[in-house]
């Protein structure tokens, strides 16, 4: 681990290159090829001893190269993750929006994972399950591999309660509580999902909190964990959520603008320990704005 970055792993496939510098270059060709002399020159990248390779050194099939990460540049998030909770294997962290749970395309150091794993000194740390960049709220994290698995089983199995807040227009005209259930599959943009003909693979149910014209806030409880689930399913019943970027419409500045943040929250979790047999439940400190706010700031 470096600054808090774990190191990637690449196995070189059977080819024709004559070393290591060849490899790299061809198999990564979107990454400026004067960043893989600058990283081997650094010694940025190493084999399964930690040695570091030379670009001249030749390349077997099979082989393992490790490399860092890096960005040249990375716009910094201001605001901060809270950890609300922790033991020997959990940590429970309260994010805000717009701020990553792990490194992704432009993302690398401003995201919640690599800034606990720089802060803590936890290179095993790791998420358990992921929210999307523009939601706030809870996520669980593991300490230990010994005990990961049973964490994890706890969302495949669907042993993890997970309640959410939402705020979308209000429409009087459906039938609440609604429990909404269709095929989600990757959309022709690869930021978006949709909705498909199919055996269903989601599950929501929704449910009012309070309502003010125009606006309504949501539960929203999802049995399921699609990629962008919740707004997809919102979206779909004609009711997007308030400052969504990306549905129903891409609009160009995606959910980039910092005095917009969607309205959507991870407001609780629930579960039974696996390790200890006692029952944990979780609340986000963090809120929604009100109805009346929203309201009056709408276009």
Same mark, same amino acid.
């Given at each position: ?14 080819g024709?290159?004559?070393n290591v ?17 600058e ?5 940025d990248?190493?084999?399964d ?11 077997l ?13 990375e ?14 294997? $959990?940590? =429970?962290?309260?994010?805000p929006?717009? !701020? #990553?749970? @792990?490194?992704? *395309?432009?993302y690398?150091?401003? &995201?919640?994972?690599v ?11 790791s ?13 669980l994290?593991?300490?230990q591999?010994?005990?990961r ?21 209000w429409?009087?005209?459906?039938q ?11 959309a ?6 949709r ?9 929501t149910h ?17 049995i399921?964990?699609?990629?962008h689930? $919740?707004? =997809?399913?919102?979206?779909?019943l004609? !009711? #997007?959520? @308030?400052?969504? *970027?990306?549905?129903?419409?891409? &609009?160009?500045?995606?959910s ?17 320990d696996p390790l ?19 309201a009056?700031?709408?276009?």
């Amino acid at each position: 681990m470096r600054d808090g970055v774990g190191a990637s792993c690449v196995v070189v496939p059977a080819g024709t290159w004559s070393n290591v510098l060849e490899f790299l270059k061809a198999h990564f060709d979107k990454v400026p090829a004067a960043l893989w002399d600058e990283r081997l020159v650094r010694g940025d990248v190493t084999d399964d001893q930690g040695c570091q390779v030379r670009p001249e050194q030749p390349i077997l099939p099979g082989q393992r190269l490790y490399y860092f990460r890096s960005l040249a540049t990375e716009t910094p998030i201001p605001f901060e993750a809270k950890v609300l909770w922790q033991d020997d294997h $959990l940590l =429970v962290i309260d994010k805000p929006h717009f !701020l #990553p749970v @792990v490194p992704s *395309g432009k993302y690398l150091q401003e &995201t919640v994972l690599v800034r606990l794993k720089r802060a803590m000194g936890l290179e095993d740390l790791s998420p358990l399950h992921r929210i999307d960049r523009d939601t706030a709220g809870l996520v669980l994290f593991s300490m230990q591999r010994t005990s990961r698995a049973a964490y994890h089983e706890l969302f495949r199995t669907r042993q993890m309660h997970k309640t959410y807040e939402a705020i979308a227009p209000w429409s009087p005209a459906l039938q609440w509580p609604i429990t909404r259930e269709s095929r989600i599959e990757p959309a022709q943009h690869f930021m978006q999902q949709r909705e498909v003909a199919g055996a269903p693979n989601s599950l929501t149910h929704i449910d009012v909190m309070e309502f003010s014209e125009p606006l309504a806030r949501y539960w929203l409880r999802p049995i399921t964990g699609l990629r962008h689930q $919740l707004r =997809v399913h919102m979206a779909a019943l004609g !009711l #997007p959520l @308030v400052h969504d *970027g990306i549905y129903p419409t891409l &609009t160009p500045e995606g959910s980039n603008n910092f005095t917009k943040p969607l309205q959507l929250l991870a407001r609780s979790l629930s579960f039974t320990d696996p390790l200890t047999g006692e029952h944990r439940e979780f609340r986000s400190e963090r809120s929604l704005r009100s109805l009346e706010e929203l309201a009056a700031t709408a276009p």
